[in-house]
């Protein structure tokens, strides 16, 4: 299937008065999509919605000719996902665990199913520990488990929700490899807040915050848009608050325990600015601030 997401109109409130979902529409191609946005921006709702796990009040969703809010057991054969959290982690081991959820899946023949097991088991380095309970699994090695339950039978709409969040370096890489190898006839959608993880994997991106559609593009695309009009500045602790009242600043970091901060001004600001090509973590900030938005502020 080369059938691409649609996504109407998608809206969410909970009954606790939180508009989780306001009036999202997006089409997410085959390929690897980034969905970047702060925490509690609505991305996990967005997930769980497209996973078939939790209903919008309006709005509709379609994978190709099948409509996701109501053909929901079809959804979920073509369906990986890796959710932020699962939860319980049962005294079972990963491969009866793996058997039990390729039964789930429709992989009715018991041959095919230790076959898949296995060589899903060892695609993510955890053969050697099949036999151990997955509750005296590492944080690695659930995240590990949680790609291979994912991956299993195929699937053509794979999510995974946050998922670098608690990994170290080293099993970011792994874990970014192993996402990279999934074909690409597959729609992967990739929700996270690190803007690293979509700067490195993705070709098309969303951005959302309180629930709303910010951009969707390229990277690149959304990049090139800021040019010419991010520019930085090193500067002491004592003129931060100064600085943060007279321009716009879009972000904030220590570099050597100083400030360098990044603003957004359509024309050069002086004040010993200098210009800087935009970077995707500009991107995320000038929109998640609106400031690009609101050339009328004062600069
Ligand atoms: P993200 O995944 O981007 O962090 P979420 O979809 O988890 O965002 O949350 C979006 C908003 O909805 C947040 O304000 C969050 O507190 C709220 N929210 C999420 N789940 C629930 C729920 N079950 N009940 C009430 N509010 C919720």
């Known amino acids: 299937m080369s059938a691409s997401l649609v996504i109407e109109r998608l809206s969410k409130t909970y009954p606790n008065g939180t508009r989780a979902l306001d009036s999202i529409s997006m089409v997410i191609p085959c390929g690897m999509y980034g969905?970047?946005?702060p925490n509690g921006a609505g991305k996990s709702t967005l997930m769980r919605t497209i996973a078939t796990l939790q209903d919008p009040d309006s709005g509709s969703i379609h994978l190709g000719n099948l409509d996701v809010l109501k053909q929901k057991e079809d959804v979920r054969r073509l369906l990986g996902y890796l959710p932020q959290e699962f939860g319980v982690y049962p005294r079972v081991s990963a491969q009866d665990m793996l058997d039990h959820l390729a039964i789930?899946?429709?992989?009715g023949d018991r041959r095919e199913r230790r076959e898949t097991v296995a060589a899903m088991l060892q695609r993510v380095n955890l053969y050697q520990y099949r036999r151990k309970a997955l509750s005296g699994f590492s944080g690695g090695m659930k995240q590990r488990f949680g790609i291979a339950q994912a991956l299993l039978a195929n699937p053509q709409l794979v999510i995974v929700d946050e998922p670098t969040a608690g990994l170290d370096p080293g099993e970011r890489n792994r874990f970014y490899n192993l996402l990279a190898e999934i074909g690409e006839q597959v729609i992967v959608i990739l929700s996270t807040h690190i803007v690293?993880?979509?700067?490195?994997?993705?070709?098309?991106?969303?951005i959302i915050n309180e629930g709303r559609l910010l951009y969707a593009g390229s990277p690149q695309a959304a990049e090139?848009?800021?040019a010419g009009k991010v520019w930085q500045k090193s500067l002491s602790k004592q003129e931060l608050a100064e600085h943060q009242q007279q321009f716009r600043v879009i972000s904030t970091k220590l570099v050597a325990g100083r400030p360098l901060i990044h603003i957004v001004s359509d024309a050069p600001p002086g004040h010993g600015f200098e210009k800087v090509t935009p970077d995707l973590e500009d991107v995320f900030f000038a929109e998640i601030l609106g400031v690009h938005r609101t050339p009328s502020l004062p600069a």
């Open 35 to 37: 969905l970047l946005g």
């Open 104 to 107: 789930l899946k429709g992989i």
């Open 196 to 206: 690293q993880d979509v700067k490195e994997l993705c070709t098309q991106m969303a």
């Open 224 to 226: 090139d848009k800021l």
